[in-house]
């Protein structure tokens, strides 16, 4: 995936665009390494690359839109946090913020490479889990303090920092490789589900043929009177989980025919990015502390806008272009640096 990803650098374009114009020849090398990554024995179907050429198009396009809906940078620094609502929101203490920026290996080893050493600042992706959380807080309502009062409060959490880069043109080349790998591991998924699928009802059928033999076999005589009706009811009810078997194997498709049925099912996924992947824009109107504004209090409140990655329904991550500055760093030594991981 590393060729994939360098290669996907370079067919993303630097400007912020409303449409993706990939050179064929890109787009071709595209689509034989997404070949490559999830099935390569698809590159014997007969115009497996005209199948899949719209929809790793549709794919770039999209992804390459959504992601330049992302605000510009952020800049992330111990002053910032004091006087900037959303930088102030996302972290709990100053100490924290330098915390966990110093204790990203991404972020380190950027400002340690040889080329870079001359930067002052980085550009780096920011990502968090964020949660609206219920709790019970004090007020100031009509210049009376009221205890236990039900609030809204605004929890970030599990920050990441990624695709550190020089720029924010290249930090947003680094995303939307990210999210396009996602893409091609989720139809890679889809995939290896049908062939795990097929093989799980491979084994079950020679199971149910090995007990419909052993129910033949058994021994005749006068046992085998008295439970010949018991006898004939089992067998078929492994005749019909049989033929419920072969029903459902039949649905799936034959090893011949699989590269052509694996390239609709990518052609499926690719053509439709929208149905996997979004941006959710969420406003809300916060207090210093991160609560929630009801519309009453008498404390004074921000607004501010959360960009959530949502992937598959299933993962749900806030995410911020940012930029920090190299003097904030913690010395390196009081750090177990950790790898960042995807999303």
Same mark, same amino acid.
């Given at each position: 995936?590393?060729?994939?990803?360098?290669?996907?650098?370079?067919?993303?374009?630097?400007?912020?665009?409303?449409?993706?114009?990939?050179?064929?020849?890109?787009?071709?090398?595209?689509?034989?390494?997404?070949?490559?990554?999830?099935?390569?024995?698809?590159?014997?179907?007969?115009?497996?690359?005209?199948?899949?050429?719209?929809?790793?198009?549709?794919?770039?396009?999209?992804?390459?839109?959504?992601?330049?809906?992302?605000?510009?940078?952020?800049?992330?620094?111990?002053?910032?946090?004091?006087?900037?609502?959303?930088?102030?929101?996302?972290?709990?203490?100053?100490?924290?913020?330098?915390?966990?920026?110093?204790?990203?290996?991404?972020?380190?080893?950027?400002?340690?490479?040889?080329?870079?050493?001359?930067?002052?600042?980085?550009?780096?992706?920011?990502?968090?889990?964020?949660?609206?959380?219920?709790?019970?807080?004090?007020?100031?309502?009509?210049?009376?303090?009221?205890?236990?009062?039900?609030?809204?409060?605004?929890?970030?959490?599990?920050?990441?920092?990624?695709?550190?880069?020089?720029?924010?043109?290249?930090?947003?080349?680094?995303?939307?490789?990210?999210?396009?790998?996602?893409?091609?591991?989720?139809?890679?998924?889809?995939?290896?589900?049908?062939?795990?699928?097929?093989?799980?009802?491979?084994?079950?059928?020679?199971?149910?043929?090995?007990?419909?033999?052993?129910?033949?076999?058994?021994?005749?005589?006068?046992?085998?009177?008295?439970?010949? %009706? #018991?006898?004939?009811?089992? =067998?078929?009810?492994? $005749?019909?989980?049989?033929? *419920?078997?072969?029903?459902?194997?039949?649905? /799936?498709?034959?090893?011949?025919?699989?590269?052509?049925?694996?390239?609709?099912?990518?052609?499926?996924?690719?053509?439709?990015?929208?149905?996997?992947?979004?941006?959710?824009?969420?406003?809300?109107?916060?207090?210093?502390?991160?609560? %929630? #504004?009801?519309?009453?209090? =008498?404390?004074?409140? $921000?607004?501010?806008?959360? *960009?959530?990655?949502?992937?598959?329904?299933? /993962?749900?991550?806030?995410?911020?272009?940012?930029?920090?500055?190299?003097?904030?760093?913690?010395?390196?030594?009081?750090?177990?640096?950790?790898?960042?991981?995807?999303?």
């Amino acid at each position: 995936m590393k060729i994939l990803s360098k290669l996907l650098r370079s067919i993303f374009p630097s400007n912020n665009g409303t449409k993706t114009t990939v050179p064929a020849n890109e787009l071709d090398n595209a689509i034989e390494h997404v070949v490559d990554s999830i099935e390569p024995a698809m590159r014997y179907f007969p115009g497996y690359k005209k199948i899949l050429r719209n929809s790793v198009s549709t794919s770039l396009d999209y992804i390459n839109n959504l992601v330049n809906t992302i605000p510009g940078p952020l800049f992330i620094s111990s002053s910032t946090f004091t006087t900037d609502p959303q930088v102030n929101v996302y972290f709990a203490t100053v100490e924290e913020t330098r915390e966990i920026f110093s204790n990203s290996a991404e972020l380190r080893e950027f400002f340690e490479t040889e080329d870079n050493k001359s930067f002052e600042e980085a550009y780096a992706l920011l990502c968090m889990n964020v949660e609206e959380k219920a709790i019970m807080g004090m007020e100031l309502q009509n210049d009376i303090v009221r205890r236990d009062v039900l609030q809204t409060a605004l929890n970030f959490s599990d920050h990441k920092i990624m695709s550190a880069a020089k720029n924010e043109s290249d930090v947003r080349k680094g995303i939307k490789t990210c999210i396009f790998n996602c893409l091609v591991t989720y139809a890679l998924q889809e995939i290896l589900d049908i062939k795990q699928q097929k093989l799980s009802l491979e084994i079950q059928r020679k199971k149910l043929a090995s007990r419909l033999k052993a129910r033949q076999s058994q021994g005749d005589g006068l046992s085998s009177l008295i439970n010949s %009706v #018991s006898k004939s009811n089992k =067998q078929d009810d492994i $005749n019909q989980e049989i033929s *419920d078997n072969t029903n459902k194997h039949e649905a /799936l498709p034959t090893s011949w025919d699989a590269p052509r049925y694996y390239l609709e099912t990518i052609k499926n996924t690719l053509s439709q990015p929208e149905n996997f992947i979004s941006i959710e824009d969420m406003t809300y109107d916060v207090t210093k502390m991160g609560i %929630v #504004s009801n519309g009453e209090t =008498q404390q004074s409140v $921000n607004t501010i806008h959360i *960009d959530k990655i949502v992937i598959a329904n299933v /993962l749900q991550r806030a995410v911020a272009i940012v930029r920090y500055p190299r003097k904030e760093l913690l010395p390196r030594r009081e750090f177990n640096l950790n790898e960042s991981s995807i999303l």
